[in-house]
């Protein structure tokens, strides 16, 4: 089976939240900071749905770059592994061991900045046979020209590119599956029109 | 003085939010949905955190246009106002009345669709002498060449255009104020990026 | 009351439509070909539920300017009005006859190109005391630039700039009148996503 | 012969419409809603006429997602497999079955939202042999950014990323074949400039 | 009869092109350099057509500012009036004399760049009573909010802002004027998708 | 003379920095943030130039808000007049005396963020007989559509609204005054592209 | 030496342009049509400038698509192969044989519509060895999104996505070599800015 | 390790900057001249600052093209080699050699304009071994369309496609190392948003 037909599943997959810290996010203008924010609530309450490990690392919060945005940690909780300079996470031995530890070949991987956070951990983990997804619309960077370009290298080098709702629903297989109703609640409480169809729906009940 | 330098105060001012209605949402296309539901939330968070008087009223709820989007009702409570067919929310006289209950002569108003449901009370009020504040990004629309034909239609008549953080700002006037900095907290809750700044600045204290 | 104030009724208001020819047509691109062609199926449709009277006019039909658009003369009759070369229709002894004929005072006007063809019979009509409304989402010029200079120019003289579905709505006025549930048709039928709110209603009943 | 340069032909292709339900389509963002209509009778329309097979089906059809739109079942007919919770239709035996059973290798391909419905069959029947041609716009997903990723991914893995006009030529290849009128006035009917030079051709006649 | 309503004639208009050089040309950014250069030679040549008075400036035409671009002076023919320093071309007793000189008093002007070349100017005239229509398009600036702020003020202070087509279409009035059909070929020369018809039309001739 | 014909001189102008600071430069997101810092240092650079008169004030710079930008206190100077609560900066002694100590009526007024900090002493001042100049291009907001309220709402009041380079052009008001060359490289410094063309011309010399 | 590092050479090129047709234009949408228009006369002028063999061929011109749009026959000659069905250029034998009369085996490729009079002969001549420049500005089609999954498809297939000017700059490979001057002037021609850079420069010698 | 994870360091990489001179910059219009410019300016102090070699060429500077723009050679100095002809750098032996003489097989790449400059030399390059990396942003070219398609190309052909600020991030790996603060200042200074960060951040210290 090729790589690019398989499939995430709740076993298969860790969730890895690279620099998503309030200073580097508002210097991000490639998307909207409000559908940006609304993303990563969205994959990572997917994740904490399924109790899917996940990794959330910073780089140097203690400077300008400042603290993890609390609506990561109030969902995955407060554990952060803090890089003290590498900028790839993934030369972070820290990062990378709690990775491993998974036992998992499926990353489920979004960063800020797209081309520095997301992009060097990604390229790292597939040359190690890892499969890695990169969510595109949880990351976020300086401009739209450089989520393009970014978007070009990934795919250049092997990584899927994807987006958080699509990760949610391959993840979730099918809708009668244990945490379907849960995973289907995830998914419209962050796709703001989807949700006022469910609204109009049940309030006909 | 010119109506046009005159200022919200929280003694002269009364919120009206007309037809934001789940089954018309989801038919905007002028802003993004995510964004739009923000901006009405700041709006009604600011209301009630003055204790603003307000007046919600929704067209045919039972129908396919649906009820009041929950995210109102949940912040300015469960009272609305059902017109059973007037377009024009000043058509209805229990609407009409609540607005002249208040005694007070400026309207701070926003509607779904922008061009029908806040045009044409805006249309009404501003006739009437009141001061009609048209809150143009916790309104929504069609498409953009609607928001702007409906933008120059509104000035052309007398209307301010505005939008919900200028409205904030101007009825707030001093960050000293009694409510300062519950307003302040509203305020950043729905301007995502400085949410980020203060998260930033406090992480250090 | 002011002008400003006043609004469209099923007795007032006269449908003009100027030189919607399909040669020109093709020369339009400040906005989707296939928005534009919706929007002037729903503004004739809204005048032909009412009966209101309508004027439609084209400019040498003969010549590559081309027939009427046959969506228009589908839905108000094929009776055109072809001028054999005044570029301003309200020059035009037969067009400006059959607008007075109709006895009213408020004209519903659209034309293609919007810079030309609705441009200069909305200025002349303004001047001899017409209330005029220019339906800008019904009509269509060259690109985007034309389009924000004639919304300026329009204004400026007086002309209220307007989109068909908010005329609809406004000389409807309420959903219980005598022709309510077929003006909401032609409503839902031209707003693709309101129509899909319907049909999920519906499919429930 | 290498797969990118093999054709349609109308004995070698099925055509699968996937989740095109009226509570999905409220939800997408990244092209104009009656684009994406009109496009989608389009594809429709090709396959009628050319007696194509087809195999629509939905998920969930109950529910908020609501029933199929009726400009679909309108032209292909009612027969609609309603999957009670398979994400990925191509896991649904019904539709994998329907598939099979037309003995055909090349699947026209479209589903409502992109990144979903369109995308894990599209990988999956690739991934079994298949030629798939994604119709990326008679899809649509919720914004843009999804629409971008999407395309990405779905070249990467060996689909053919395509559009509707572009299917219809391929599969009519000339102009004098049996069905070549037919499908010509399908292309016009559903390229509106193109129709509107029809139009002023035939005027003349 | 209002200002608004009047209209420009063959025998009351002249026309004013201010400092496009081509070392300001190249600093422009807020419509395409293509389209600028067409909307351009259109104006230019509506003038040429018609022998309408046309008066160009240049500003230090002899340092980076550069030379006028050759296809004004091609069509309207080389006397320039270079300016030594004046900003405002109306403080150039040479250009306001040269307006003067006609006799008329309606101008119609362009300029590079609009909020400065254009702008003041316009200003200038309006003050002293002229009716000024300034061409938006065959005018150009640094950027698109330039542009928009140069709008709303030559509109806020009486001049009427309009683009090259407009002003072809409003001095031409009637296609059976003597200069008709050369006028016409100048529209169908610089609106490209309109030649194109016209040559589909004349092809079968 | 009309007040929109009036012009600024370098005796009858003063310039009001307002709230440029940077915890809140990096909320706006209505124009790239590289352009908007550009503008700010051509403004504040023409003042310089010019020994202008010039007001700073910062709200709550201790907290959040943070200081004013480097790049303003670099040109204009160190002192900033720090308001303790004033969201509107005429309401603040300090900061209208300093404007009233000028004995100038004409205010080029520039604010972060354009909806309140702009507007609200924009319209304070106009209603007190001064003429401002709201430069739109040195001022920034959350975004697209609240700039566009703010033009539309200052325009409507009577601000003239503009962009920094259209206010160095009219105070210039001729190349050969005192400053000419001097505010000439002010502008080329801040117009990317008409910088490279003075580079080209010069490289020859 | 790989496919993609080889150049075209006068020597070993052809160009092919299909069906750029009057009546197909107008329908076109995806970039301006005055660029459209710009860049087929420079690809063409380059060729005819190095009397690199081209191919030229319409799909039944005398129907509604209308003749080949003058400004290529007036550059590169009256000779057209007219198709009288086959959709893919390739399919008539007139036009390969005449693209293999040439003994070349690198064809520069533009096509009205991109998605199918370029894509097909596209896929299909480098099926056949052929290596093929897709000339993506110098083709156009109904919209943006047609336009970007061409550019895939193509790319999917080995095709070289380019554009005109890129072209030109790769053949001409040098500025001293035979024709250098007249392409450099071809180039200057139809890059506007680039053009007054020249203006600015020869007016000073 | 495959090509594509390998990455920059300080000793394997050499920064080659092609024709970035005055003449070509005005006509480059795909990103903003100010953006470019900046990228421009961090990509060169990044190299400066890791004492990287460089090359710089330019073609024909005595001509229309001009100089190489003062803010590269005030960084890199003044060592310019100028092709009198080869359009394609890598066939200039100068450059040629510049780049073996660093013995590094990794090449840091942009230029004027991306179709030309950056593509040829990038392709050339590749063929022989080199691992280049094509810095999009720090390159411009005529429009956006263009910019795309040779993403796509240069993507095809294996090249990175990168931007400035991934470059330096790449390079600098960890913000430990001996120029690792001088490293974030260059990335400060030409980031604006996360510069005023930075600003916020130190003015509490």
Partial sequence: MSKFSEVLTPDNAVLAMIDHQTGL????????????????????????TLDLPSVVTASLADG???????????ILGDKVINRE???????????????????????IMAGIVTDVCLMFP??????????VYAVIDASATWNKIVQQASIHRLTQAGVKVTTWASVLAEIMSDWRCE?????????????TSYNYVMNSYFARN
Same sequence: chains 1, 2, 3, 4, 5, 6, 7, 8.
């Fill in 25 to 48: 996010l508002v210097s991000c203008a490639d998307e909207h900071p409000l559908v940006v924010k609304n993303n990563i609530q969205g994959l990572c309450s997917m994740a904490k």
């Fill in 64 to 74: 300008p770059n400042g603290p993890i945005m609390p609506e990561i940690t109030h």
């Fill in 85 to 107: 300079g590498e900028i790839n996470a993934w030369h972070s031995s820290a990062f990378k061991s709690a990775i491993e530890a998974t036992g998992r070949k499926k990353i």
């Fill in 122 to 131: 990604a390229l790292s983990a597939v040359e190690e046979g890892y499969d």
């Fill in 179 to 191: 945490k379907g109703m849960e995973l289907g609640q995830v998914l419209a409480d962050h796709t």
